[in-house]
């Protein structure tokens, strides 16, 4: 690993914890003639945040991964304080993907000072995990944003994992005509389909056995509605079947039309996702596949 002031000639990881590094790290490649990937992450690194920084390298960009539990983003019940941190892990596997810049900025370096500014994409927060977490879309657009200005990328990855995540944050780029192309990385899942996700690690054995059980329910309903069954009642029937098998709550199974992400009643002509939330003991678990 290497903190030299021309990262862009070395090997490894640089890691940088403030934003006049994090310029001067990225304007050093730039001048090299190199093009810049920006991959979002707060850190807890798996396969499917791995899978980003291997995005970036396949289009020849310089991977930047920026790592920061963003506390904006969680409401005042949700895991902010509980949330898993694993610093020196995060920057070997980084090092091992072939990263080459870790920007781990403090809070206060994030946020100095008041802020009174913050990004508001309406239309796509309003349904799925909009309502059931006032604020959350508006703490990540807010801190993409400040991510993408700071590290001005030429691409910034994130994962359909967070489905309606990605498409906030394709409609907030769009909206503020933001110069940056914005890809979205197919799921990483675990061997018995669970997607992979820093909060599985939340789940006890017998909850992480009940947890297959979200992508069978999602595999099934996209294959009854793409055979013309009707949303609301596969969804609900899903919905019933997921809780027999165990979990505790499903705060939402849908199916949505894949941009706007307003509910459907019937699949086609335009490209359709089948969303879930559900909960399991004290972890919240969601995923979501195409229609
Ligand atoms: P997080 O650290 O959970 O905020 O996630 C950072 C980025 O990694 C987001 O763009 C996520 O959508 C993406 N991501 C998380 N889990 C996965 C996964 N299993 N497969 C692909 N991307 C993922």
New binding site residues.
């Given amino acids: 690993m290497s903190t030299s002031t021309d990262p862009a000639r070395e090997q490894g990881l640089a890691i940088v914890r403030t934003v006049a590094d994090l310029r001067r790290t990225v304007a050093a490649f730039r001048k090299a003639g190199q093009t810049i990937g920006l ?11 791995v ?2 920084v291997k995005g970036a390298l396949d289009r020849g960009d310089v991977p930047v991964t920026s790592i920061f539990v963003n506390p904006t983003q969680f409401g005042p019940n949700e895991d902010f304080a509980a949330y898993p941190r694993d610093e020196q892990g995060d920057f070997d596997k980084l090092q091992a993907a072939g990263c080459r810049i870790v920007f781990a900025p403090t809070k206060d370096e994030m946020y100095p000072g008041e802020q009174l500014t913050s990004v508001i994409v309406k239309g796509v927060t309003e349904g799925l995990c909009g309502p059931l977490r006032p604020g959350h879309f508006e703490g990540v657009a807010t801190v993409v944003s400040k991510l993408l200005l700071m590290a001005m990328p030429d691409r910034a ?6 489905y309606q ?2 498409q906030v944050i394709k409609r907030m780029v769009r909206d503020l005509s933001m110069p940056f192309e914005i890809v979205g ?5 675990e061997a018995d389909g669970l ?4 909060r599985n690690r939340y789940m006890n054995a017998a909850e992480r056995k009940t947890a297959t059980g979200l992508y069978r329910a999602l595999n099934e309903v996209a294959q009854a509605v793409r055979g013309g069954a009707a949303c609301a009642a596969t969804t609900a029937a899903a919905s019933r079947a997921l809780l027999a098998g165990g979990f505790d709550k499903v705060e939402y199974l849908t199916v949505v039309d894949a941009e706007s992400l307003a509910p459907l009643e019937r699949v086609a002509p335009a490209p359709a996702r089948v969303v879930a939330a559900v909960r399991l003991g004290r972890t919240r678990l969601i995923d979501n596949i195409a229609a």
Avoid at 39 to 49: D, K, R, S
Avoid at 157 to 162: A, L, M, T, V
Avoid at 185 to 189: D, E, F, I, K, S
């Fill in positions: 991959v979002p992450t707060m850190g807890a690194l798996h396969e499917g945040h899978s980003l990855f994130f994962g359909e994992k967070d995540q990605l990385m197919p799921t990483v899942r997607a992979m996700s820093s």
